[in-house]
């Protein structure tokens, strides 16, 4: 379906997360897979969301071109303060508002081919709409999951899903053509949670690859250590990280640790930091920085620490990676499967001494990485066209079945 011969398929993304005027990062890797799809399809974009601001309308609705994509953002308001009428008020508000981002969709893209849904657990108000696509309009449904909840790591899906909407998660995910994970160990996790069974694909999350090969840096005096996160340590795990700093940096007076992102943990992290006597010496927090601007921190990084306590895939271990630089990460899931020898070390998770270990092994050995290399190697696996392509097949098995083709 991809050549002179074939007309490109129009794919309609929904999203339970993509950014915003409210969140300017929130599923930022979404639109990755956005914009990689992009290259071989025409995309549109509904991303419905509650929003406190809106005054006197109940909806705002919002069309821009970005990135070549055809996207529609629709806010909606809910000012009704009873917790169960809240509820229901705002599902009703909800499908209203896709309602109306449809009809946009339709007038300004046209009747797609395939619907992506991105990210199934905090979007169940798209199970009607879906079911409604499919057996009316004879749109089939793909879903593209991300959400770490339900690994047993993180155990969100287990913990704080009532019964309603885990059977709600069922359907969506019975009813799809084709179930696509950015890891295998998401997948497993959903196979342990008999989610799905087959029609599943593995795809991997898209970065945007530097147009510049890095070059080598030179061996100088200070040593900078970047790591690139949302701040909440539950996940994430900075307090660990800054911990096991403090502890090399008793050995090390040459080493930086910088810290770049922001989140719900933020001033406590940087507490804990002022604690240890380094911050604004030795270790630095950058709050957040727009993801077009990160290139700067990469290029002055000597290596990249990811301390996560589970992650689906992490982008931002990827991004270091095609730029040349070499990354210290935990066993955390995703991660594993792309963080091989050639371009970095694997350390124990929620273990400060293994960390603390890989840590000194990379102040010594990272100049022994080849950039060029890192580069290359990412670039083969998470550039845009890398991954629109893996897409793509995706859609096309889907349609392929659908129209009675093996």
Avoid at 397 to 406: D, F, W
Wanted: with cysteine.
């Amino acid at each position: 379906m991809e050549g002179k011969n074939h007309k490109r398929l129009k794919i309609l993304f929904l999203p339970a997360w993509y950014p915003s005027r409210i969140h300017p990062i929130s599923g930022i890797f979404i639109k990755k897979h956005a914009v990689a799809v992009s290259r071989y399809c025409d995309v549109a974009v509904l991303y419905v969301t509650p929003y406190s601001n809106l005054k006197d309308k109940n909806y705002d609705i919002e069309y821009l071109e970005e990135d070549g994509i055809s996207t529609v953002r629709v806010y909606c308001s809910n000012t009704i303060k009873i917790p169960v009428i809240r509820i229901f008020s705002q599902m009703v508000f909800q499908y209203l508002a896709m309602y109306q981002g449809l009809m946009l969709i339709k007038e300004k893209f046209g009747i797609p081919d395939i619907i992506h849904v991105n990210v199934v657990s905090p979007s169940i108000i798209l199970v009607g709409l879906l079911l409604i696509f499919k057996k009316i309009k004879g749109i089939p449904y793909v879903v593209t999951e991300h959400w770490s909840g339900y690994t047993k790591e993180d155990n969100r899906y287990n913990l704080h899903s009532a019964f309603l909407k885990k059977y709600l998660v069922k359907i969506i995910f019975k009813k799809s053509c084709a179930v696509i994970t950015v890891s295998n160990f998401l997948l497993n996790s959903l196979k342990e949670h008999r989610l799905i069974s087959n029609r599943c694909f593995v795809v991997p999350n898209a970065i945007n690859i530097p147009n510049l090969v890095p070059k080598k840096k030179d061996i100088s005096e200070k040593i900078k250590i970047l790591t690139i996160s949302l701040l909440s340590n539950e996940q994430k795990n900075i307090s660990g990280l800054i911990k096991a700093f403090e502890k090399i940096a008793s050995k090390y007076n040459n080493i930086e640790l910088h810290i770049v992102g922001d989140g719900s943990n933020k001033e406590n992290l940087i507490n804990i930091a002022k604690g240890t006597g380094l911050l604004n010496k030795h270790i630095f927090f950058h709050g957040y920085i727009p993801n077009s601007e990160l290139w700067k921190y990469f290029h002055e990084a000597n290596f990249f620490v990811l301390n996560s306590n589970f992650e689906t895939f992490s982008v931002a271990t990827a991004e270091a990676l095609a730029h040349g630089v070499p990354v210290v990460v935990t066993k955390c899931g995703g991660p594993q499967e792309f963080v091989t020898g050639e371009v970095g070390v694997l350390v124990e998770r929620q273990n400060e001494d293994s960390l603390v270990e890989g840590i000194k092994y990379m102040i010594e050995n990272w100049h022994k990485y080849d950039p060029v290399k890192l580069h290359n190697y990412a670039m083969n696996r998470f550039s845009y066209e890398k991954v629109g392509k893996l897409i793509l097949n995706v859609y096309e098995t889907v349609l392929n079945k659908k129209n009675g083709i093996s």
